[in-house]
């Protein structure tokens, strides 16, 4: 059994938390969308039992990873600090049932098992805590967006000049 398997339902009966620090280069998915893989993640899952009687998982994400800026193409230092509520079905119908009877937009509900991957669940949080576009609030190194303004042909007109030699 994987260290970061859980059951659900029982974690969220037994109201257990589980907290830890993750390096980002043992997440896949978000050392991808990384400039290089420094940095960690702290995390928190917390089990519970929502007002309604649902099952809940509170995710809490943290830490500092390198992204790329979308417009300097430099590495930016982003500090993510993101938290999440989760509520569990047993499976769609029921989460469909849940999300109606909540009715609010803040509470995601997810189909729980009694096999899931904690770590996976934390990945996605921390992958949903990043910027759409990341970029500086000021580029501290504009000369390639200086050299790419500064272009004295369009890259259109080379692209013609491309068409027409053939």
């Known amino acids: 059994m994987n260290a ?37 993640v702290a995390w928190k899952a917390e089990g519970g039992t929502s007002k309604q009687g649902y099952p809940q998982l509170r995710l809490t994400v943290a830490g500092k990873v ?13 500090e993510m600090d993101s938290s999440t509520l989760l509520m569990l079905g047993k499976d769609d119908e029921e989460a469909d049932e849940i999300e109606e009877i909540i009715d ?4 995601d509900v997810i189909v729980g098992t009694r096999s899931m991957n904690l770590m996976d669940l934390i990945e996605d949080e921390a992958l949903l805590a990043l910027p759409q576009a990341p970029k500086h609030e000021v580029c501290p ?20 000049g491309l068409k027409a030699d053939q």
């Open 104 to 107: 609010d937009e803040s509470i």
């Open 66 to 78: 390198q992204l790329v800026c979308q417009r300097c193409l430099g590495p930016f230092e982003y």
């Open 4 to 40: 970061f398997e859980i059951d659900a339902f029982e974690f969220c009966r037994t109201n257990s938390t589980r907290e830890g620090v993750t390096p980002v280069a043992e997440m896949t998915r978000l050392s991808k969308e990384c400039a290089d893989t420094s940095g960690e």
């Open 141 to 160: 190194d504009t000369s390639l967006l200086d050299k790419a303004k500064s272009a004295k042909e369009s890259p259109f007109a080379t692209l013609k």
